[in-house]
């Protein structure tokens, strides 16, 4: 039995709710985690967890002792950071949580240049639109779009989050191009569903227009918005990020240029009181120097 993976099997399972979530995030299958658990039960002599095949709940004694599996684990991760802080040499483990859309189109392509910087370091990219608990999850950093509340953290600004919209020249051909933003109420519309019941609120000096296109699809990826846009399904407002390569290859038509449209800001988080790795820094360095300014993102390529 080895006593230390059994304990970060047991926290990851209780930090992320389930074993298979668990599984996920160590890299292992969930029959793995489940003989970690089970190894260690068998070990101390008590349940630590009571399980039902729908549900998962610490036990009295399992309570107490992972509060103190956590406590020698973040031990452990702060002896191998001020061992890392010795070194000169940039490498080690570094977990990373980025929004779905901005992590696919954005960061992985620029990884390119980091592995150039910082080529053993291991990297964990984790894509979700999740609110992540940096801490209690075991993230390093964090991209996070949107108003910051987690006083916890240090936040540093990256460019802003902006919208566009967007139709395909065949779309265009057969329905019309919209003149002005009041025409997109003739207009279909593929919309993100967390947003499908916004208005669209499109601004130019003193104008200020809030619209509803018919929306015929709604489909929760922003992927899939984009990918229906191509196809001439209909009309769409996405972040630039996502559609950029598209409007570049005339793929998409950006309509209303002129006009602005809403924008969120982008920012990178990590923990205020976590000491500074050389690879946690050399992190923050590639990220604020790449995500600083949209003309300094990496062409995606085709």
């Given at each position: 039995?080895?006593?230390?993976?059994?304990?970060?099997?047991?926290?990851?399972?209780?930090?992320?709710?389930?074993?298979?979530?668990?599984a996920?995030?160590?890299?292992?299958?969930?029959?793995?985690?489940?003989?970690?658990?089970?190894?260690?039960?068998?070990?101390l002599?008590?349940?630590?967890?009571?399980?039902?095949?729908?549900?998962?709940s610490?036990?009295?004694?399992?309570?107490?002792?992972?509060e103190?599996?956590?406590?020698?684990?973040?031990?452990?991760?702060?002896s191998?950071?001020?061992?890392?802080?010795?070194?000169?040499?940039?490498?080690?483990?570094?977990?990373?949580?980025?929004?779905?859309?901005?992590?696919?189109?954005?960061?992985?392509?620029?990884?390119?240049?980091?592995?150039?910087?910082?080529?053993?370091?291991?990297?964990?990219?984790?894509?979700?639109?999740?609110?992540v608990?940096?801490?209690?999850?075991?993230?390093?950093?964090?991209?996070?779009i949107?108003?910051?509340?987690?006083?916890?953290?240090?936040?540093?600004?990256?460019?802003?989050?902006?919208?566009?919209?967007?139709?395909?020249?065949?779309?265009?051909?057969?329905?019309?191009?919209?003149?002005?933003?009041?025409?997109?109420?003739r207009?279909?519309?593929?919309?993100?569903?967390p947003?499908?019941?916004?208005?669209?609120?499109?601004?130019?000096?003193?104008e200020?227009?809030?619209?509803?296109?018919?929306?015929?699809?709604?489909?929760?990826s922003?992927?899939?918005?984009?990918?229906?846009?191509?196809?001439?399904?209909?009309?769409?407002?996405?972040?630039?990020?996502?559609?950029?390569?598209?409007?570049?290859?005339?793929?998409?038509?950006?309509?209303?240029?002129?006009?602005?449209?809403?924008?969120?800001?982008?920012s990178?988080?990590?923990?205020?009181?976590?000491?500074?790795?050389?690879?946690?820094?050399?992190?923050?360095?590639?990220a604020?120097?790449t995500?600083?300014?949209?003309?300094?993102?990496?062409?995606?390529?085709?």
């Open positions: 039995m080895d006593l230390f993976r059994s304990m970060r099997a047991f926290v990851a399972t209780v930090q992320s709710g389930s074993m298979s979530a668990a996920a995030a160590l890299g292992q299958s969930p029959a793995l985690v489940g003989q970690h658990i089970a190894a260690l039960e068998e070990h002599g008590a349940r630590l967890l009571n399980r039902t095949t729908r549900s998962q610490l036990t009295g004694f399992g309570a107490g002792y992972f103190q599996c956590r406590d020698i684990l973040d031990r452990v991760a702060l191998e950071e001020a061992a890392e802080l010795q070194q000169t040499r940039i490498q080690g483990r570094l977990r990373v949580t980025v929004p779905s859309t901005f992590g696919t189109e954005a960061l992985m392509p620029a990884l390119v240049d980091y592995r150039a910087i910082a080529p053993d370091v291991e990297l964990d990219i984790v894509l979700t639109d999740r609110v608990d940096l801490v209690d999850e075991g993230f390093d950093v964090a991209f996070r949107g108003a910051l509340q987690d006083s916890r953290m240090i936040a540093r600004p990256l460019m802003p989050y902006r919208m566009v919209v967007c139709a395909a020249p065949a779309y265009l051909a057969r329905m019309g191009t919209p003149r002005h933003p009041s025409d997109l109420e207009h279909e519309a593929i919309v993100f569903t947003s499908a019941r916004s208005p669209w609120r499109l601004t130019r000096g003193k200020d227009v809030r619209v509803m296109p018919k929306k015929i699809i709604s489909v929760n922003g992927q899939a918005v984009r990918v229906a846009a191509r196809a001439g399904l209909g009309v769409v407002m996405q972040p630039e990020i996502l559609l950029r390569h598209d409007i570049e290859a005339d793929c998409l038509v950006r309509l209303f240029p002129r006009w602005q449209l809403g924008e969120r800001p982008l990178l988080l990590y923990y205020r009181d976590r000491r500074t790795t050389p690879r946690l820094s050399s992190f923050i360095s590639f604020i120097e995500f600083s300014s949209p003309s300094a993102l990496r062409p995606r390529k085709a």
